[in-house]
C-alpha cells in the first residue's frame, strides 16, 4: 500500500556571491549595498597604483557599512596602459576604456580564483557622456573578459540579463534602471541605506587632472616610466625641467622632502640649503652644465630672509657632501622651466 511522502521542502535559491569594483564612490557603495538587500554575499575589490587616491577612503567607507574588502596593486596595468592605451585616452592622459576594462578583467580574474559567481560594478547607464552610454559599457565588458558575469546593479534593468540574473543567483527584478546625469535618486537610496561618506563623484584619478598630466606627459617624454620612484615623484613638489634636460623636483614641505631624500639612486643628487630652512631638492641624474643653476634654484626657494648668500648641500650617493655658497637667487629666473 502506497504510503504518503512528506511534501517537499521549498528550494530556495542559491544566493550568488559578488565581488563589487568599489572606488569608495556613492555608485559603488551603492552597488555593494543593492546586491546585499537581496541576500546576495557581496565584498568589495579596490585598486591602487600612484596615480589613484589613497584606499583610506574606500576602506573607511568599506568598514562603515560592513563591506569585505580587497586590495588589488594597479600599479603595472596602469602603466602598461599609458605606453599603449589601445583605446585612446581621454581629455587628459586617462585611458579610461582601457582601464575600466582591465580593473574589471583584474577582478574577474580574482573573483574565479576566491569563489564568487560575477562581479559587479557601479555604473550607471548615461551619467558619463562618453565612458558610460551604452555602446562604450558593451565594449568595456567585452574587452575585460568578464562577459556575461558581470553586472551592473543600478541600471541593470535597462541592459540585456546577465548570467547571474538567468541561473536565479541574482534577483532582476530587486535590481535598479538609474539612468543620466541625475544624482537625485542616489542620494535617497544613500540614505535609504546608512551611507554618509563617499567622495565627490569622479574624484581621485589623478590622470584626468591637466596640471599633474603636463609633469607625467613630461616625464613620459624624457625618462619615460620604467623607473617608479619617478612615477611617485610626480605626487611631491615642484617639478622644473632644467635647459640642460636635468629633472629637479624641490619639495614644498617635510613630507615631500623626506620622500625627495630617500628617492636619490646612482647618479642622482640630492641638495639643500643648510644654513637657512628651505627645500630639498632631488636632481635627477643631473647634468653637469646644470648644476649651478639647481643650486640657484635651491637658494631662490629658501627661506633666505636677513642672508645674502645660502649655503647649498650637495648629497651624492657614497660621496662626501659638498657645500657651496650661494649669492641668493630670484624665483623668477626658474618660472620659465617649471612644469
Ligand atoms: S578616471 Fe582614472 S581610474 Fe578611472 S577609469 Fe579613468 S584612468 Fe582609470
Redesign the pocket.
Known amino acids: 500500500m502506497p504510503t504518503d511522502s512528506p511534501p517537499a521542502a521549498p528550494q530556495t535559491p542559491r544566493k550568488g556571491r559578488a565581488l563589487c569594483l568599489c572606488?569608495g564612490g556613492l555608485d559603488s557603495l551603492l552597488g555593494l549595498c543593492v546586491l546585499r538587500a537581496q541576500g546576495v554575499h557581496a565584498e568589495a575589490v579596490s585598486?591602487t597604483s600612484p596615480?589613484?587616491a589613497d584606499p583610506a577612503g574606500v576602506r573607511r567607507s568599506c568598514e562603515e557599512l560592513g563591506f569585505p574588502l580587497h586590495l588589488i596593486d594597479f600599479t603595472a596595468d596602469?602603466l602598461d596602459?599609458l605606453r599603449n592605451p589601445p583605446s585612446g585616452f581621454?581629455s587628459c592622459l586617462?585611458?579610461?576604456i582601457d582601464?575600466?576594462a582591465r580593473?574589471i578583467r583584474r577582478a574577474w580574474e580574482f573573483a574565479q580564483a576566491n569563489g564568487f559567481d560575477f562581479v559587479a560594478t557601479g555604473e550607471v547607464l548615461g551619467q558619463r557622456p562618453m565612458?558610460q552610454q551604452r555602446g562604450p559599457l558593451n565594449r568595456v565588458r567585452n574587452l575585460s573578459g568578464a562577459g556575461g558575469r558581470l553586472l551592473r546593479p543600478l541600471s541593470a534593468k535597462l541592459l540585456d540579463p546577465t548570467e547571474p540574473e538567468l541561473e536565479g543567483l541574482v534577483d532582476r527584478e530587486r535590481l535598479l534602471d538609474l539612468q543620466g546625469r541625475n544624482r537625485k535618486p542616489q542620494m535617497e537610496l544613500a540614505k535609504r541605506f546608512g551611507i554618509r561618506h563617499y567622495p565627490a563623484p569622479?574624484g581621485?584619478?589623478k590622470?584626468?587632472e591637466p596640471n599633474y598630466c603636463r609633469r607625467l606627459r613630461n616625464l613620459m617624454e624624457h625618462e619615460g616610466l620604467d623607473d617608479l620612484r619617478l612615477v611617485e615623484a610626480l605626487n611631491h613638489g615642484r617639478h622644473f625641467r632644467l635647459p640642460g634636460g636635468t629633472l629637479v623636483v624641490l619639495g614644498r614641505d617635510r613630507a615631500d622632502n623626506e620622500a625627495l631624500r630617500t628617492a636619490m639612486r646612482g647618479g642622482d643628487a640630492v641638495l639643500r640649503s643648510v644654513n637657512v630652512p628651505g627645500p630639498t631638492a632631488l636632481a635627477v641624474r643631473p647634468a653637469e652644465g646644470d648644476l649651478p643653476a639647481i643650486r640657484r634654484l635651491v637658494s631662490a626657494y629658501s627661506d633666505h630672509k636677513g642672508v645674502d648668500t645660502v649655503v647649498v648641500r650637495e648629497f651624492r650617493p657614497a660621496a662626501r657632501p659638498v657645500d657651496h655658497p650661494e649669492p641668493v637667487a630670484a624665483r623668477d629666473e626658474f618660472a620659465a622651466f617649471l612644469l
Do not use: K, R, V, Y
Open positions: 572606488s585598486f596615480f589613484f596602469i596602459l581621454g586617462n585611458p579610461c582601464c575600466h580593473m565612458s569622479a581621485g584619478c590622470l584626468t
